[in-house]
Protein backbone atom coordinates (compact mmCIF):
# COMPACT_ATOMS: atom_id res chain seq x y z
CA UNK A 1 0.00 0.00 0.00
CA UNK A 2 0.79 3.74 -0.58
CA UNK A 3 -1.21 4.76 1.94
CA UNK A 4 -1.66 8.44 1.87
CA UNK A 5 -0.65 9.92 -1.09
CA UNK A 6 -0.39 14.20 -2.12
CA UNK A 7 0.56 15.77 -4.36
CA UNK A 8 2.47 18.80 -5.29
CA UNK A 9 4.99 18.44 -2.38
CA UNK A 10 5.49 22.62 -3.26
CA UNK A 11 3.66 24.70 -4.72
CA UNK A 12 4.05 28.64 -5.38
CA UNK A 13 0.99 30.84 -6.36
CA UNK A 14 0.66 34.39 -6.43
CA UNK A 15 -2.14 36.18 -4.87
CA UNK A 16 -5.27 35.47 -6.26
CA UNK A 17 -5.29 32.21 -8.24
CA UNK A 18 -6.74 29.20 -7.82
CA UNK A 19 -5.21 25.69 -7.13
CA UNK A 20 -6.29 22.12 -6.35
CA UNK A 21 -4.13 20.09 -3.33
CA UNK A 22 -4.49 16.50 -4.15
CA UNK A 23 -4.79 13.54 -1.96
CA UNK A 24 -5.36 9.94 -2.38
CA UNK A 25 -5.45 6.69 0.15
CA UNK A 26 -5.64 2.96 -0.89
CA UNK A 27 -6.35 1.95 2.67
CA UNK A 28 -9.97 1.87 1.76
CA UNK A 29 -10.82 4.46 4.94
CA UNK A 30 -13.81 5.72 5.46
CA UNK A 31 -12.48 9.12 6.69
CA UNK A 32 -10.46 11.77 5.26
CA UNK A 33 -9.29 15.19 6.35
CA UNK A 34 -6.95 18.19 5.86
CA UNK A 35 -5.29 20.34 7.92
CA UNK A 36 -2.81 22.81 7.79
CA UNK A 37 0.56 23.49 9.89
CA UNK A 38 1.85 26.91 11.05
CA UNK A 39 4.99 27.38 13.31
CA UNK A 40 3.68 27.13 16.97
CA UNK A 41 -0.22 26.27 16.30
CA UNK A 42 -0.18 23.00 15.64
CA UNK A 43 -2.43 21.22 12.63
CA UNK A 44 -5.53 23.21 12.48
CA UNK A 45 -8.86 21.30 10.60
CA UNK A 46 -9.77 22.50 7.44
CA UNK A 47 -12.46 19.87 6.28
CA UNK A 48 -13.31 16.52 6.52
CA UNK A 49 -15.28 13.75 5.42
CA UNK A 50 -16.82 10.45 6.59
CA UNK A 51 -17.78 8.86 3.47
CA UNK A 52 -17.56 9.57 0.09
CA UNK A 53 -20.36 12.38 -0.80
CA UNK A 54 -19.91 13.47 2.80
CA UNK A 55 -18.31 16.45 3.35
CA UNK A 56 -18.17 19.02 6.37
CA UNK A 57 -16.04 21.96 7.64
CA UNK A 58 -13.75 21.98 10.25
CA UNK A 59 -12.35 24.89 12.28
CA UNK A 60 -10.36 26.80 9.45
CA UNK A 61 -12.74 26.22 6.59
CA UNK A 62 -12.76 29.82 4.76
CA UNK A 63 -11.40 30.15 1.55
CA UNK A 64 -11.24 26.59 0.94
CA UNK A 65 -13.34 24.02 -0.88
CA UNK A 66 -13.56 20.17 -0.32
CA UNK A 67 -15.37 17.17 -2.57
CA UNK A 68 -15.25 13.45 -1.64
CA UNK A 69 -16.53 11.80 -5.40
CA UNK A 70 -14.95 8.90 -4.55
CA UNK A 71 -13.41 6.78 -1.29
CA UNK A 72 -10.17 6.93 -2.45
CA UNK A 73 -9.82 11.18 -3.03
CA UNK A 74 -10.08 14.08 -1.07
CA UNK A 75 -9.12 17.15 -3.19
CA UNK A 76 -8.58 20.69 -1.47
CA UNK A 77 -9.67 23.61 -3.81
CA UNK A 78 -8.04 26.95 -2.92
CA UNK A 79 -10.21 29.54 -4.28
CA UNK A 80 -8.67 32.47 -4.47
CA UNK A 81 -5.11 32.42 -2.65
CA UNK A 82 -4.23 34.58 -0.53
CA UNK A 83 -0.80 35.25 1.19
CA UNK A 84 -2.36 33.89 4.98
CA UNK A 85 -2.68 30.87 2.95
CA UNK A 86 0.72 30.27 2.55
CA UNK A 87 1.48 27.11 5.08
CA UNK A 88 2.02 23.33 5.03
CA UNK A 89 -0.86 20.78 3.98
CA UNK A 90 -1.70 17.96 5.70
CA UNK A 91 -3.81 15.21 4.41
CA UNK A 92 -4.72 12.11 6.57
CA UNK A 93 -7.10 9.31 6.72
CA UNK A 94 -8.32 6.98 9.30
CA UNK A 95 -10.55 3.50 8.77
CA UNK A 96 -13.73 4.67 9.80
CA UNK A 97 -15.64 7.99 10.05
CA UNK A 98 -17.28 8.16 13.61
CA UNK A 99 -14.84 6.28 15.42
CA UNK A 100 -12.62 8.62 17.53
CA UNK A 101 -10.10 5.86 18.93
CA UNK A 102 -9.03 5.24 15.02
CA UNK A 103 -5.57 6.09 14.15
CA UNK A 104 -5.58 8.86 11.17
CA UNK A 105 -2.75 8.41 9.06
CA UNK A 106 -0.90 11.52 7.44
CA UNK A 107 0.75 12.19 3.77
CA UNK A 108 4.07 14.05 3.63
CA UNK A 109 2.39 17.40 3.01
CA UNK A 110 2.21 20.12 0.63
CA UNK A 111 4.38 22.87 1.31
CA UNK A 112 2.66 25.73 -0.02
CA UNK A 113 3.82 29.62 -0.78
CA UNK A 114 1.22 32.45 -2.17
CA UNK A 115 3.07 35.51 -2.80
CA UNK B 1 -14.26 25.70 21.86
CA UNK B 2 -12.01 22.68 22.58
CA UNK B 3 -8.38 23.78 23.24
CA UNK B 4 -5.07 21.84 23.80
CA UNK B 5 -1.66 23.68 25.06
CA UNK B 6 1.44 22.02 25.37
CA UNK B 7 3.53 24.28 27.96
CA UNK B 8 7.17 23.89 25.97
CA UNK B 9 7.42 24.96 22.33
CA UNK B 10 11.45 23.90 22.56
CA UNK B 11 13.07 21.33 24.80
CA UNK B 12 17.37 20.81 24.56
CA UNK B 13 18.37 17.96 26.12
CA UNK B 14 21.35 15.12 26.06
CA UNK B 15 21.28 11.43 24.86
CA UNK B 16 20.29 9.82 27.69
CA UNK B 17 18.49 12.32 29.56
CA UNK B 18 14.83 11.98 30.64
CA UNK B 19 12.40 13.55 28.03
CA UNK B 20 8.79 14.95 29.90
CA UNK B 21 6.47 16.88 27.55
CA UNK B 22 3.35 18.53 29.08
CA UNK B 23 0.10 18.52 27.57
CA UNK B 24 -3.22 19.73 28.59
CA UNK B 25 -6.98 19.83 27.09
CA UNK B 26 -9.70 22.23 28.42
CA UNK B 27 -12.86 19.80 27.47
CA UNK B 28 -14.71 17.95 30.13
CA UNK B 29 -16.16 15.01 28.56
CA UNK B 30 -15.33 11.59 27.03
CA UNK B 31 -12.26 12.57 24.96
CA UNK B 32 -9.20 10.10 23.19
CA UNK B 33 -6.03 11.29 23.52
CA UNK B 34 -2.96 11.17 21.12
CA UNK B 35 0.76 11.85 20.83
CA UNK B 36 1.83 12.07 17.38
CA UNK B 37 5.57 12.43 16.05
CA UNK B 38 6.76 14.34 13.17
CA UNK B 39 10.78 13.57 12.38
CA UNK B 40 12.51 15.98 10.28
CA UNK B 41 11.21 15.59 6.58
CA UNK B 42 8.93 12.83 7.22
CA UNK B 43 5.25 12.93 8.01
CA UNK B 44 3.41 12.46 11.13
CA UNK B 45 3.08 9.48 12.56
CA UNK B 46 1.21 7.80 15.99
CA UNK B 47 3.54 7.27 19.11
CA UNK B 48 0.53 6.33 21.16
CA UNK B 49 -3.30 7.08 22.37
CA UNK B 50 -5.12 6.32 24.86
CA UNK B 51 -9.18 5.63 24.81
CA UNK B 52 -9.86 3.93 27.79
CA UNK B 53 -8.72 1.13 30.44
CA UNK B 54 -5.09 1.90 32.08
CA UNK B 55 -4.29 5.51 31.92
CA UNK B 56 -0.78 4.63 31.42
CA UNK B 57 -0.11 4.00 28.00
CA UNK B 58 3.21 2.54 26.39
CA UNK B 59 3.88 3.27 22.55
CA UNK B 60 6.83 2.74 20.38
CA UNK B 61 10.07 3.47 20.50
CA UNK B 62 9.93 3.08 24.44
CA UNK B 63 7.85 6.56 24.86
CA UNK B 64 4.83 6.51 27.32
CA UNK B 65 2.13 8.78 28.41
CA UNK B 66 0.02 9.34 31.37
CA UNK B 67 -3.62 10.33 31.82
CA UNK B 68 -4.71 12.04 34.85
CA UNK B 69 -8.11 12.77 34.15
CA UNK B 70 -8.56 15.26 37.47
CA UNK B 71 -5.40 17.66 36.03
CA UNK B 72 -6.99 17.27 32.23
CA UNK B 73 -3.64 16.18 30.89
CA UNK B 74 -1.47 13.27 28.80
CA UNK B 75 1.96 13.72 29.75
CA UNK B 76 4.31 12.00 27.12
CA UNK B 77 7.86 10.73 28.57
CA UNK B 78 10.86 8.78 27.78
CA UNK B 79 13.04 7.21 30.62
CA UNK B 80 16.63 7.87 28.09
CA UNK B 81 16.32 10.05 24.99
CA UNK B 82 18.35 8.99 22.08
CA UNK B 83 19.49 11.75 18.99
CA UNK B 84 17.01 10.24 16.70
CA UNK B 85 14.12 11.31 18.92
CA UNK B 86 15.17 14.60 17.78
CA UNK B 87 11.31 15.60 16.39
CA UNK B 88 8.39 17.73 16.80
CA UNK B 89 5.80 16.12 19.00
CA UNK B 90 2.19 16.62 19.17
CA UNK B 91 -0.61 15.91 21.20
CA UNK B 92 -3.85 15.91 19.38
CA UNK B 93 -7.56 15.40 21.61
CA UNK B 94 -10.99 14.52 19.97
CA UNK B 95 -14.40 13.93 21.55
CA UNK B 96 -15.63 10.71 21.85
CA UNK B 97 -17.51 9.30 19.24
CA UNK B 98 -15.65 11.96 16.40
CA UNK B 99 -12.41 11.89 14.34
CA UNK B 100 -12.04 15.45 14.21
CA UNK B 101 -8.48 16.07 15.96
CA UNK B 102 -7.42 19.28 17.71
CA UNK B 103 -3.85 19.66 18.54
CA UNK B 104 -1.55 21.24 20.49
CA UNK B 105 1.30 23.97 18.93
CA UNK B 106 3.90 21.34 19.11
CA UNK B 107 6.99 20.84 20.93
CA UNK B 108 10.02 21.06 19.31
CA UNK B 109 12.83 18.39 20.58
CA UNK B 110 16.62 18.26 19.84
CA UNK B 111 18.55 15.22 21.64
CA UNK B 112 22.65 16.63 21.41
CA UNK B 113 24.82 13.59 20.64
Known amino acids: NAGVTQTPKFQVLKTGQSMTLQCAQD?????MSWYRQDPGMGLRLIHY???????DQGEVPNGYNVSRSTTEDFPLRLLSAAPSQTSVYFC??????????????FGPGTRLTVL | AQSVSQHNHHVILSEAASLELGCNYS??????LFWYVQYPGQHLQLLLK??????LVKGIKGFEAEFIKSKFSFNLRKPSVQWSDTAEYFC???????????FGGGTRVLVKP
Open chain 1, 92 to 105: ASSPRGGRGTDTQY
Open chain 1, 27 to 31: MNHEY
Open chain 1, 49 to 55: SVGAGIT
Open chain 2, 27 to 32: YGGTVN
Open chain 2, 50 to 55: YFSGDP
Open chain 2, 92 to 102: AVNKGAGNKLT
